[in-house]
């Protein structure tokens, strides 16, 4: 069925990527094959988020890794519930694509689920008091800004926060390299949630079948963990699938990424504390100042990506391109920056309150099931 959903698919979604030319399946060998095959098999396509990678294989490989063993494989935590965080960050990120997307699978998955709700505005009205708590821990920019539901056990909370990482990692790829919507602009607005429904309840089977945990990690070779990916620490299969992609990611951005420029991101997302930054685009021109001026164009795409990626545009990429050409540099680079960005919320979310609450919430009410069904 993934196979077949794919290649009826698939000229939809080639032409909703920008900037780069995808690898189509019948020309895709090596590293790039393997990715399609387990996509097409467990996610049901060759989705745009995943093929836009394609000009780069590791960071293609990296990403899949973190999105299969994070949202589709078997865990703790259900599918629909891992759609809100998914749907939650992608709207704290100003990526309205993947709100679309993710929304309809959870509708398609749980229509008795508020996935309306789950977008940033409206997730005080949600009802269930769990879920709840864990749209508006998702949904938060800020690192540390309040722990995940003090009633979900440690095994949820490491997939929840696997789930949050991926999407503040996906949201910036797409928000650079994907529209506003994975509807086709043609398509009249009257049509358009009607659309939706019919994409949720296509994705639905799929999104039923849990995955197998562990498959993604032959992709990519094995890492040692890092610091900032302490999170994960229990969960073997999410622990090896993000300690290979991030191995991936910097072996991505020594090739392509200039080091004064890494360097430069790393030290504003030192200082950053997850506010939106604009509304325009004067603060990354005072931020490049220091670097020589020909690695402003890697510098202002790189700083873009990872802290305002909703502000990266066709002017952003054709300034990048002049001084450094080729589809693999431009995915390399702003993947290294979208995870360098994401992994420094990850490594600075509380997925756990202080241990005072937490007694509490054991000696309190019994947990609630919305986070777990």
């Known amino acids: 069925m993934g196979k077949v959903l794919s290649r009826v698919m698939l000229p939809g979604v080639l032409a909703q990527i920008g900037h780069v030319t995808p690898v189509r399946p019948k020309d ?140 503040h990692y996906l949201n910036r790829m797409v928000n650079v390299f994907l529209g506003e919507s994975p509807l086709p602009p043609q398509l009249p607005a009257r049509a358009r949630g009607t659309a939706m429904r019919l994409f949720g309840l296509v994705m639905r089977p799929a999104a039923r079948r849990a995955a197998a945990p562990g498959a993604s990690l032959v992709l990519l070779p094995p890492a040692p963990p890092a610091a900032d990916l302490a999170w994960a620490d229990g969960a073997p299969f999410v622990a090896g699938a993000f300690s290979r992609a991030a191995a991936a990611f910097e072996q991505a951005g020594r090739r392509s990424v200039p080091e004064p420029v890494r360097e430069l991101v790393a030290a504003e997302l030192a200082g950053w504390n997850g506010a939106p930054r604009g509304p325009s685009r004067a603060w990354v021109n005072d931020a490049i100042a220091a670097l020589p001026p020909g690695l402003h164009p890697a510098g202002r795409l790189a700083l873009l990506t990872a802290l305002a990626s909703y502000q990266v545009d066709a002017s952003v990429i054709a300034g990048f391109r002049a001084e450094t050409p080729g589809d693999r540099a431009l995915v390399e680079l702003t993947s290294w920056s979208a995870f360098t960005a994401a992994r420094h919320i990850g490594g600075r979310l509380r997925i756990a309150p202080p241990p005072s609450a937490a007694a509490g919430a054991v000696a309190g009410d019994p947990p609630r099931d919305a986070v777990t069904t």
């Open 28 to 167: 895709a060998d090596g590293l790039v094959a393997r990715v399609y095959a387990q996509a097409e098999r467990e996610f049901g396509m060759l989705a745009p988020p995943l093929i836009l990678h394609s000009p780069a294989p590791e960071p293609l490989a990296a990403a899949w890794a973190m999105l299969r063993e994070s949202l589709l494989a078997a865990g703790t935590v259900g599918r629909s519930v891992k759609e809100a965080v998914a749907t939650a960050v992608s709207a704290g990120n100003a990526c309205p694509y993947c709100v679309d997307v993710h929304r309809a699978t959870m509708d398609g998955l749980a229509p008795g689920r508020p996935a309306s709700r789950v977008d940033g505005d409206h997730i005080e009205t949600i009802g269930d008091p769990a879920l709840r708590r864990v749209a508006a821990w998702a949904a938060s920019n800020a690192p540390g800004a309040a722990p995940l539901d003090p009633h979900a056990p440690p095994e949820a909370a490491r997939e929840l926060a696997a789930v949050a990482v991926t999407f």
